[in-house]
C-alpha cells in the first residue's frame, strides 16, 4: 500500500487545515487508518485513528474537539481536519494503515501497530 499525504502548509495559530492521505495497491478498506506527528528531535506521535469502515474514531487528548479524522472508502482517503491550531502542533504529520476489518481490530495507535507509512506532510503553525 502506497500512501501520499498533502494538505500541509504554514498556518497562523488558530487557523485551519485539512491534510489528505491519497491511498493505492491495496484494499483501502482492509485498514484502519491513522496520523501521527513528529517534531524536530521529538519521538513520533499519535493523533488520531478511523476503523476500517469509518464508524469509529479515536482521538490524541490534546487535540479532541479540535481535529476530525474521517474517511472515503469510494475514494480510498483518509482526511484529517485540523482547527484551531497551536504552534506546539508544528511537525511532519504522516499517514498511517493499519491492517484491519470486521473481524480483526487493529488499530494504528502505536508506530509499532502500524503496517504502513506515507512520507509525511510539514504542518507550521506561527505565533
Known amino acids: 500500500v502506497q500512501l501520499v499525504e498533502s494538505g500541509g502548509g504554514l498556518v497562523q495559530a488558530g487557523g485551519s487545515l485539512r491534510l489528505s492521505c491519497a491511498a493505492s495497491?491495496?484494499?483501502?478498506?482492509?485498514?484502519?487508518m491513522g496520523w501521527f506527528r513528529q517534531a524536530p528531535g521529538k519521538e513520533r506521535e499519535f493523533v488520531a485513528a478511523?476503523?476500517?469502515?469509518?464508524?469509529?474514531?479515536y482521538n490524541e487528548d490534546s487535540v479532541k474537539g479540535r481535529f476530525t479524522i474521517f474517511r472515503d472508502n469510494a475514494r480510498a482517503s483518509v482526511y484529517l481536519q485540523m482547527n484551531d491550531l497551536k504552534p506546539e502542533e508544528t511537525a511532519v504529520y504522516f499517514c498511517?494503515?493499519?491492517?484491519?476489518?470486521?473481524?480483526?481490530?487493529?488499530?494504528?495507535?502505536?508506530?509499532?501497530?502500524?503496517?504502513?507509512w506515507g512520507q509525511g506532510t510539514q504542518v507550521t503553525v506561527s505565533s
Open positions: 498511517a494503515a493499519t491492517r484491519s476489518g470486521p473481524y480483526v481490530s487493529r488499530w494504528p495507535r502505536t508506530p509499532s501497530e502500524v503496517d504502513y
Open positions: 495497491g491495496g484494499t483501502f478498506g482492509s485498514y484502519a
Open positions: 478511523i476503523n476500517w469502515n469509518g464508524d469509529s474514531t
